[in-house]
């Protein structure tokens, strides 16, 4: 495979990553009484859905027209944020942080992968960008889910 074809193939995997992200925070914000709680999965929402439009940017500026648009239909980040689904229906806080959390591992993960590869310094730079907000937005969530279990 050439070296672009592989660059393409870990962007387009982070981009899914993204998308399932974005889609699992939205039905977090969905599931939530509390207003900050709700801002602060919106903003998650809204992150991961200009994270991936970087992404999909450059995929584009290594030939590949059409880059990856949608979320994963199978893997872990999926199953996961259908649990988000199960806990959100119950109204559950420590749930749907626990399971929002779950997610953020994932994520959290593919960036540590990607950060793997050979990547151009321009992509090295917004990826390892993103890893650092990614893994600030896994940690907060993190201590939101620890504070809701003390409760």
């Not at 970087?54 to 648009?69: A, K």
């Not at 779950?102 to 990547?119: C, P």
């Amino acid at each position: 495979m050439s070296q672009n074809k592989e660059i393409i193939s870990t962007l387009n995997s982070l981009i899914e990553t993204l998308k399932d992200g974005q889609e699992g925070f939205k039905q977090s914000a969905e599931g939530v009484d509390d207003t900050q709680l709700k801002s602060t999965f919106d903003q998650l929402s809204l992150q991961r859905s200009k994270f991936a439009g970087e992404l999909q940017n450059e995929v584009v500026r290594l030939g590949e027209p059409e880059p990856e648009n949608s979320s994963s239909t199978s893997g872990a980040m999926h199953r996961t944020w259908i649990n988000i689904k199960s806990a959100v229906t119950s109204r559950d806080r420590h749930a749907i942080l626990a399971e929002a959390e779950r997610g953020e591992d994932t994520a959290v993960a593919a960036y540590k992968k990607a950060m793997q590869e050979e990547l151009p310094a321009p992509i090295r730079e917004i990826v390892s960008r993103q890893q650092m907000e990614v893994k600030a937005a896994h940690d907060k969530i993190r201590n939101l889910r620890d504070a809701t279990a003390q409760k």
